[in-house]
């Protein structure tokens, strides 16, 4: 299946992205619309971090675990997706650049490595499907990191 990528350019600088997104427990206040009970594991940040969600999309429920498995600060974030029993593998990476206009652009990708064979045959739903909740994820990122640095400000 070919990948989803979306982006969304903020105002905070890369390194301020980066230390936003790097906290795993920061995920769940941008993606909680599709994905809830959230149960975070290991480091609060980096390499090895990882959660426990519900997913919801397109009608269906599934648990996924994800794992950060590289780190590139203050650039890229790689994480590993498994579900559906480990019939469903897929990576999520965020890179994160400085924009031209200033601030940041940050893409996400979400590429599937392996997929149960309904993905497969739905594969352009699937896509508009995700590509739609990550839309959202992107627009929400934006504003929690304007949050962040609000709540960050003396």
């Known amino acids: 299946m ?3 990528t979306v982006s969304v350019d903020v105002r905070q600088t890369p390194e301020q992205v980066y230390d936003f997104l790097d906290v795993m427990a920061h995920h769940e206040r941008f993606t909680d619309h599709y994905l809830t009970g959230w149960r ?7 390499v090895g971090s990882s959660a426990t969600v519900t ?5 269906t429920r599934t648990r996924v675990t994800v794992e950060v498995v590289e780190a ?10 498994v579900s559906a ?18 601030g940041s652009r940050v893409w996400f990708t979400y590429a599937w490595e392996r997929a ?3 993905d497969r045959l739905l594969a352009p739903v699937v896509r508009a499907t995700m590509r739609r909740a990550n839309r959202t994820v992107m627009r929400r990122l934006a ?5 962040h640095e609000t709540a960050a400000d003396p």
């Open 2 to 4: 070919k990948p989803v």
């Open 40 to 46: 975070c594991s290991g480091p609060g940040r980096g």
């Open 55 to 59: 997913a919801t999309l397109g009608g």
């Open 72 to 81: 590139e600060a203050p650039r890229r974030i790689v994480e590993r997706n």
């Open 85 to 102: 029993g480990g019939r469903r593998l897929a990576r999520g990476v965020y890179t994160i650049e400085p924009s031209p206009a200033g």
């Open 116 to 118: 149960p064979l309904a």
């Open 143 to 147: 504003t929690e990191l304007a949050r």
